[in-house]
């Protein structure tokens, strides 16, 4: 069993930052690629970002390459989401999830509780 709890969401004003952090507890959490989701109001929940193990390689939404940056401290059992040049259409509930294969998180795969961002423009 993993859990998993964000923190770090907010209002931010366009073009501010944020950093999402993800801190999990259980077992194997150093055996699991990471990743963060987001789900926007009326919308349905999309792949953001996810890192390997060993965080050698990271994987974007197209919406978000250049602007987020996805990395992991496996001492922490932390993995985290750095937000720049924030738009209004990032806003939206932050989720985090493991494991995540590139953009999938499997049927038994462990969610967050989620974690509010909102830019205002």
């Known amino acids: 069993q993993v859990r998993l709890v964000e923190s770090g969401g907010g209002l931010v004003q366009a073009g501010g930052s944020l950093r999402l952090s993800c801190a999990a507890s259980?077992?194997?959490?150093?055996?699991?690629?990471m990743g963060w989701f987001r789900q926007a109001p009326g919308k349905e929940r999309v792949f953001v970002a996810s890192?390997?193990?060993?965080?050698?390689?990271?994987y974007y939404a197209d919406s978000v390459k250049g602007r987020f940056t996805i990395s992991r401290d496996n001492a922490k059992n932390t993995v985290y989401l750095e937000m720049n040049s924030l738009k209004p259409e990032d806003t939206a509930v932050y989720y985090c999830?493991?494991?995540?294969?590139?953009?999938?998180?499997?049927?038994?795969?462990?969610w967050g509780q989620g974690t509010q961002v909102t830019v205002s423009s």
């Open positions: 890192i390997t193990v060993n965080g050698g390689s990271t």
């Open positions: 999830a493991a494991p995540v294969v590139y953009t999938v998180v499997p049927g038994t795969g462990y």
């Open positions: 259980g077992r194997t959490f150093n055996s699991y690629p």
